[in-house]
């Protein structure tokens, strides 16, 4: 794999320099349909060629054609006219490799060229300049055209068009978890793009540009429903709706795939069995499997998530993985396709009592004796790591288990365990860490990017999954930063020895524009979100403490011990973790190869930010940060909080600087998410505070002297409602409405005169909307709606929300009067009110 761009010097008059301006920021406003295809314009001071030959007919030439027209119009205000003949002018040549060969014989083609391989390059020829925009096939060709308007979008400078590039694996997919009703599971962003009311949707147009988004970085695979599978996948009807999809998504170069149900043949095919061995059960798979072919000739394959969460399986027959994904592998290999079987098979009801269960084992512990045993075109679907998409968590231990099957490692776009969309978090860094993650496996160097890319093991398929869910909503993703995710991923698919910086860096450019203060000031956003995530949500290895019960949004540590899930942490009155140690614990450690197993067995070697992942110590046990367990989760989780308030100041500096529609819409994200991590740390902190007993040595933890809880409020109406989990409110409690039309709770002021943000800590309930007012001395001074959309249905840690004032005046003996509404069902609920003096540099310290 090469990427080269290279100054213009170097290659002298071969190369075309073009001198690019950044336009003035046009100040419109901009809904993000677009993402990173803006082609915003530049002032190229050197001429795009003054026409284009598209050599060829395949559809994705041709859309390589149309793209670069349509590119080059918007960036340079003119777009080349289309030829058939080069007659002796500056030329841009649209073809693969041998067709632009015989059309410039001066043009040397790259010799080693895998599937999706371009080059870009300005050839001098007969004293004019042309640029040549050739594949290694015609999806090369495409891709080598979006490089080409990537290359002049991104550099305001100097640019050569000079670029040689070939994509790391031949998998590089998106499985968009979608039901046929509509509705999306994991997916933040409106409603499905393929599917309406059982079918598939009669207008695709946001298909079409979802996979020209796609085809732009890369992307040539696309799973278009859940992996928990419908059965009606698979009727005539439905088949038929997919050949349209499938004609959508192929001009871009993307094959479609489904997920199917192995319990298919009896739901829609009328037999008394799925067994995969059953004779019957193969030829109903074969012809299916014909149909869709029939259909759609270039279908790429299927995927299966089977005994799994409720998913039926070849357990039932007392069968392995192996034998379901050979059986449809057989059906599909004639026709070239695939079987992407996913390694996320677990039993959901493990014995809390047992020490020695451990989700974490269960990957490798059914697919690693399996290893050799799966036909060469099934591919397994590893997930990044052996729990299930948390915040952090180590390399799955299967990616050296298994040296003789296929593998694709399978990454979560969707932001489903980390904040939904509804929080700014750049997971490239997460990626990378896995991807980068050194195996050792047979005592070589192994990062895990060269074990599914098929070379350490020397495999013939393999590559990258990520779960997308993008939705109807205009921008893709709801939040406009999330969409940096999509693209990192591909980028990493491409070329996983990109750094994060690089990747947003250039995404950052082509999303909001070229001005170096617009892209240093989305990386001092992106670039250290991840981890700010982490250090308020669950640090050390503890994984995200949500609400594993309910909607995986909010804080819930409780939730995740004391079931069948293995989501455990494990925490008791004297130490927290898993032990999941040889020696004396679960076993888990020793699945990996022998140099990576004796670092996480020892405490001495394992990295902090695992220790409670692989280890159960003391809460005083000290890390090698120098500080105690229990009081480097206080401070992270307090720092955390604070950072997540630095990304609203940072994300300010771009006021005018890019368009306000986006800056408004992150602006109130960032905002949102600063106040919400507040209601992380509060819960996580005291949630440890009283397992442990252990005071924070700050002091903050318990203490919150900017506060007036509920409880301590003259109340009318109001009564306390006890939460499920403690850590979400104030002494576990909120205040509900319930018998009237409007409650009352009133406070006398008693601080120093000044000026004060003041807050009312309130549940946003999904359902219902009440009403809200705040007096101050009997005078309204705000009013708001609890309309928003969270995940929760219940008044919880997934629901709490801020509303904030900035600077009112406020003296000692003010009363501050909070009015509550209830509607809909919602007892307008709410927790305390908040007053802390704006000159405090710490704003987020209540
Ligand atoms: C599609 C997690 C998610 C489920 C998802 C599952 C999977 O458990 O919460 O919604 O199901 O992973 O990856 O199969």
Redesign the pocket.
Known sequence: MSFSLRPRGLHGALCAALVLAVSPLAAHAETGADGWLRYAPTKLAAKVPAQIQVLGSAAQIKSAGSELQRGLKAMSGHAPAAVSGEGGKGTVLVGTYAQVKAQLPAWQSPSHAVPGSYQIKAVEHAGHTDWVVAGADARGTLYGAFALLEQLGEQPQRAAIDATSSPSAPIRWVDE?DNPDGSI??GYAGRSIFFDKGHVRADLSRVGDYARLLASVGINGCNVN???ASPKMLTPQMIAGLARIADAMRPWGVRIAISVDLRSPQEIGGLDTFNPKDPRVIAWWQSKVDALYQAIPDFAGFTV?AD??GQPGPSQYGLSPAAAANMLAKALAPHGGVVMYRA?VYNHHLDWHNAKADRARAAYDIFHPLDGKFDNNVVVQIKNGPI?FQVREPASPLFAGLRKTNQAIELEVTQ?YTGQQRQTVYLVPMWKATLDFDMHAEGRHTPVKSIVEGKAFDRPLGGYVAVSNVGLDTNWMRNPLAMANLWGYARLAWNPDLSAKTISSNWTRLTFGTDPVVVDTVNQVLLPSWRTYEDYTGPLGLQTLTNILGP?YGPAPQSQEHNGWGQWFRATHKGVGMDRTVATGTGYIGQYPPQVAAMFESKQSTPDDLMLFMHHVPYGYTLHNGKSVIQTLYDLHYTGAQKAQGFVDAWKKLHGRIDDARYEKVLKIQRYQAAYAIVWRDAVTRYFHKMSGIADAMGRVGHYPDRITGEQMKRVGYTSHKLKYFENASHGQAQVCLKRATCTASATFHRPAGTYNLGVQYFDVRTGTSHFTLKLNGKTISHWTADATLPGTTISGDTSTRHLMRAVRLKPGDTITLVGQPQGGEPAPFDYLVAYPTSRQSKMHD
Do not use: T
């Open positions: 978890w599971e994991r859940n992996v928990n998530k799994s969460e996320f299930d489903e995986h």
